[in-house]
């Protein structure tokens, strides 16, 4: 049956949104990231919130950031991530947990109320809570929001969406060792 969570209601919390993500990183944690909001000031969002369901509790990154120098993420180490503040305020974009990271693919935003559909990928490493932004080579995905991804065994998944103008039924596949993009042949679409 459906209960409605009580989380601490003297501690901060995420405002009200949608076209969000929220991705379960482990049994104990799901991160929400970006969205939008009716406010006039910051009607898109960048920020990063995680639920601690084994306290009911909102954190922020910055709250359980280890203090462990040592830490480092993977993606650090990687020529084709560049470490960046973050994505650009953004929604109905996709994000899956890949290894120790949450991939953020597309979506739209921007700053203001103009629509931007995106096609880039932020990288946000679950050790260090640092974000990273990939560069990626081969058969990209156009730009596009509404779609859906997924990882699986090496490899990430873009499905659908639109840009606006047209309605995708494709699917595009980062292998995640090579940084290539491959669209992949789909029957989505309207019989011959």
Known sequence: ??????????SPQPCARWKHTATKIDDSQIVVFGGFTSSKEMPRLNDVWILDTSKDAWVTCEEITDSD????????TKENAKAVDGPCPRGSHSSALVEDAIFIFGGYGGNGYSRKDFNDIHVLCTKTWNWYE????GDSPQPRSGHKSVYFEGKFYVMGGWNAVETFDDIHILDIESMTWTRADSACGPES
């Not at 120098?69 to 650090?76: I, K, V, Y």
């Not at 990939?134 to 080579?137: A, F, G, H, P």
């Open 69 to 76: 120098p040592s830490l480092q993420s993977l993606w650090a």
């Open 134 to 137: 990939l560069d990626t080579k």
């Open 1 to 10: 049956y459906w209960a409605k969570l009580k989380v601490g209601d003297d």
